[in-house]
């Protein structure tokens, strides 16, 4: 078992940032790959990121290609989202996720590859 707990979300205005965090607790975090993920209200749930097992390899959804940015600390159990440029369509629910399978990074878009995920955190961007 993984348990994920997210933070760092909150209220900014358009063109501001944000980091997210999640940290894990359990099993070995540095055999997971890890993702995040956003809902907003009334739509699916939408791939963000991801990142590989190391941290060596990455995956963005084009939406946010260029103004975020997800990065790990194995030492510290934690993956992280640097979200820059805010824009209000950003404005969800974000959900960090452990997928135990390894694959190519690009196949973590799926949300039915991950195995755990954590209880979200709120990030409302202003216009």
């Known amino acids: 078992q993984v348990q994920l707990v997210e933070s760092g979300g909150g209220l900014v205005q358009a063109g501001g940032s944000l980091r997210l965090s999640c940290a894990a607790s359990?099993?070995?975090?540095?055999?997971?790959?890890m993702g995040w993920f956003r809902q907003a209200p009334g739509k699916e749930r939408q791939f963000v990121a991801a990142?590989?097992?190391?941290?060596?390899?990455?995956y963005y959804a084009d939406s946010v290609l260029g103004r975020f940015t997800i990065s790990r600390d194995n030492a510290k159990s934690t993956v992280y989202l640097l979200m820059n440029i805010l824009k209000p369509e950003d404005t969800a629910v974000y959900y960090c996720?452990?997928?135990?399978?390894?694959?190519?990074?690009?196949?973590?878009?799926?949300?039915?590859?991950?195995?755990?995920w954590g209880q979200g955190t709120q990030v409302t961007v202003s216009s």
């Open positions: 996720a452990a997928a135990s399978a390894r694959l190519s990074v690009r196949f973590y878009s799926n949300y039915e590859r991950f195995d755990y």
């Open positions: 359990g099993r070995t975090f540095s055999s997971y790959a």
């Open positions: 990142i590989n097992w190391s941290g060596g390899s990455t």
